[in-house]
């Protein structure tokens, strides 16, 4: 009690001793006794828990569970705190010390104490207060001397119910447009609305609810990012079937056509049908981890450490000169992996399963995490019916090592790097989500900004305008175009004006005045109907010359050829660049955007769809000159 009382007081200071601190605590941090109407929302006299019990000390009260017993007490209590409060209210005026008022109430601090346990719910701070000072918002007196105003501080008993009422609350709106949402679309499905119809009623929902503040829009349209992690995050699928991601189906009808003519060759049928069925999947990291090296540092590894310490290597990142310290290659052709030296280990994500409900699942999830192995056969071999059965009574022995050692053993081991406090916030889910999240809970924790807040939301829901009709709004992406270029990929020609492109074509020296010149003369050809050879031109040097040259040849190429296409909208000359900053750089599109190409797939799995590439052909029919700004960064 003594560390709350060292930082956190609500005491009113002596006006003669320190006048500042007390004006400043007397303007800013005093509830109104009148209460607002956004106090006496929900039905209840203050939300913000105002006045607040006087209290000759600091103490923590702990709730008292209820049951049959304790309803006869609780009544009790209630009653006795009731004529506590009266007389407060009687003695108003008499500035009277709470030893006073308990005695005139029939109470004592101890019996004050255990009376107020029935009438929490959770664990509660109830600070050393004073009865004049029961409309007081608690405060650490020299951040309020510098602050000079209104501040909200007090003690955490309970770090993760803390933050799940944190996290609850600031998703609260994203809570609450879910179900909205939800809701929407029940409403269409009832109104036997087709498939177009309900995204529509969905998006007209979504568009006139989403709440969306200054920061997030500045950040959106700026391009920022809205989050940042100072470690990478590596999820871990576990479990009977986790969820994986397979190889695109025109793959694996090309695989399937090649192993039809191979068969067809040989006039066999012997090909094993479970190889080719996990074929179908893409490899994720817990096949990589079955692949790992047979050497010394791999053996005992379990996979959270092997996911937290190696990133997967692609092809085009293999340095020519590999460094056997730091990479390894996996065994069975699963490529190559290398240690996070650079970085901090990365944090790792998995589905959590609860012991009490599904014990079965949490002891396999835990076993695949937690314990080295190498096939599956080995989290629960044959002679053990359940993974609980292996978790308690197995031994394992490792390659090189003949002693064996307890399964449960090595796992909690293992589990005690990654697990800190899954106990304390499994605790605190399971409080959330028995009791939904607490829609005040916020009230509690910071009364004075909570209220703040929400008198400024209802002031702005007077001023602001309420739309009647919400079923008609405009979405672009729903409207009746049966156009197919409405699907795929949206080019966007973007191009410098005539008065800024001039001052830069009188600065072209002589040498980028005679490619522009060939550029030119081969537009002409062009769009007289003649068939000139492809023009083929590599230009280097400058890094910014170049890039001021590869804009002027656009407008002039674009300019010239814009009277060869029948829609003034069409694309001749596409400008593109590999990465982002060096298409923003020239006014261009990236290489990935403009040709809708996967960047985080391998070549091998790139592979586009059929609405796409008829897109794309649409889009670039009357394409005549492609530019790259950077060829040089560009991989095959």
Known sequence: MSFIDKYVTCEIPDEKVDKELHDIVMAVHQHSKNHSKTCKKKGTVCRFNFPRPPSTKTFISEPIKPDKDTKKDEKVAKEILSSLWKVIKEHEDENLDVSEIFKKSGLTQESFEEYFRFITNRNTIVLKREPNEIYTNQYNPHLLRAWNANMDIQYILDAFSCVVYIISYISKSERELGLLLQQTKNEAEEGNLNAQQTM?????????????????????????RLRECSRKVEFIPVGENPCRMSIPLKDLEKQQSYKSSNRKRSNSDSEDENNDENKIWMNNIVDRYKGRPHIDMFIKMCLASFGSEYSVLRESQLPQKINEETTFKLDGNLGHIRKRTRTSPAVIKYPRFSQDTSPEKYFQSILQLFLPYRHDEQLKPPLFNTYENFFTCGRVKFTGDNTLTSVKEVVIKNMSDFVKTGQELEDAENQLHETDPKEDAWCELCPESELNRRECIDEGKVTSVIEEDLSEATIPDLNNVKSSSSVG??????????????????????????????????????????????????????LERVKVTDQMYKYEATRILAQTSENPDDLTVLLTAPTGTAAFNIHGLTIHSALGIFKSLSPDHATLSEDKINSLRTKLENLQILIIDEISMVKK
Request: glycine share 6%.
């Open 489 to 542: 990929t949206n080019l966007l020609s973007v191009s410098l004006t005539k008065n800024e492109i001039i001052p830069r074509l009188r600065s072209l020296n002589v040498k980028q005045r005679r490619i522009l010149y060939k550029v030119r003369d081969w537009c002409i050809q062009k769009a007289n109907g003649k068939t000139p050879k492809p023009l083929h031109v590599f230009i280097t040097g400058e």
């Open 200 to 224: 529509k009623k969905i998006g007209t929902s979504y568009l006139h609810h989403r709440e969306v503040s200054a920061q997030e829009a500045v950040f959106r349209v700026t391009g920022l």
